[in-house]
């Protein structure tokens, strides 16, 4: 199947600073990417859906402006959580769809990265 | 809009025990369904998925998942439990909004585990 790359798999920073997640589809082209926070045992939550050459869309509750998302080429979309607090710690995971399909195109997920703030 | 319910937040089998995970959705076309798996500290497997084609749909590790529409229902089945299937289970759902953009909505979870 194709395999999509997300990059770190972990980081820890200070509170206070940025920090920029990379999800990348390796064999395939993605004009859509989808990001999603993970709390301890629960769901993932969908954050945004992320089009290239696009503004993302945002679900309700997320804060624009603390989630970046850039999705600037058909492989690589980026996260960057700004001004990073204790409570934004999570885990954070990308998904990316192939665009052949359309509504049944299967969505292949990154492997996560667990953000921790100090 | 979509949404994906999973009855049961937890499930406790017995090793050998046939194993049945819940899963309701709501889609205002015909959606896409998928099983993910998920163990501990780790990312998501595709266990099956169901896109119009069979309404029984064969997954990986002996899973199987039976698309109903009249009951709006993707439950998934395995007919001998073992130990390594203890994980966090999620129905996912897409497709429905008829849009480029669909949504890829996860339902809460399942945790299964699996008693000796």
């Known amino acids: 199947g194709a395999v999509v790359s997300q990059h770190p798999s972990w980081v820890i920073c200070k509170s206070g600073t940025s920090v920029k997640i990379e999800c990348r589809s390796l064999?395939?082209?993605?004009?859509?990417m989808f990001w999603y926070r993970q709390f301890p045992k629960q769901s993932l939550m969908l954050m945004a859906t992320?089009?290239?050459?696009?503004?993302?869309?945002?679900e309700q509750g997320v804060e624009k402006d603390k989630f970046l998302i850039n999705h600037a080429s058909l492989t690589l979309s980026t996260l960057t959580v700004t001004s990073a607090h204790p409570e934004d710690s999570s885990f954070y995971i990308c998904?990316?769809?192939?665009?052949?399909?359309?509504?049944?195109?299967?969505?292949?997920f990154g492997q996560g990265t667990r953000l921790t703030v100090v | 809009a979509q949404s994906v319910t999973q009855l049961d937040s937890h499930v406790s089998v017995s090793e050998g025990t046939p194993v049945l995970l819940r899963c309701n959705y709501s889609?205002?076309?015909?959606?896409?369904l998928f099983w993910y798996v998920q163990h501990p500290n780790k990312g998501l497997q595709l266990l099956l998925k169901?896109?119009?084609?069979?309404?029984l749909v064969k997954g990986i590790n002996g899973f199987e998942a039976e698309f109903k529409k009249s009951e709006t229902s993707f439950h998934l089945t395995k007919p001998s439990a073992h130990m390594s299937d203890a994980a966090e289970y999620f129905c996912?759902?897409?497709?429905?909004?008829?849009?480029?953009?669909?949504?890829?909505?996860f339902g809460p979870g399942t945790s299964l585990s699996v008693i000796p």
């Open positions: 169901y896109t119009s084609a069979a309404t």
């Open positions: 996912v759902v897409s497709g429905s909004m008829k849009t480029s953009y669909d949504k890829v909505i």
């Open positions: 889609s205002s076309y015909s959606p896409s």
């Open positions: 992320s089009n290239e050459g696009s503004k993302a869309t945002y």
């Open positions: 998904s990316a769809r192939a665009p052949s399909g359309g509504m049944n195109t299967e969505a292949f």
């Open positions: 064999d395939f082209q993605a004009t859509t």
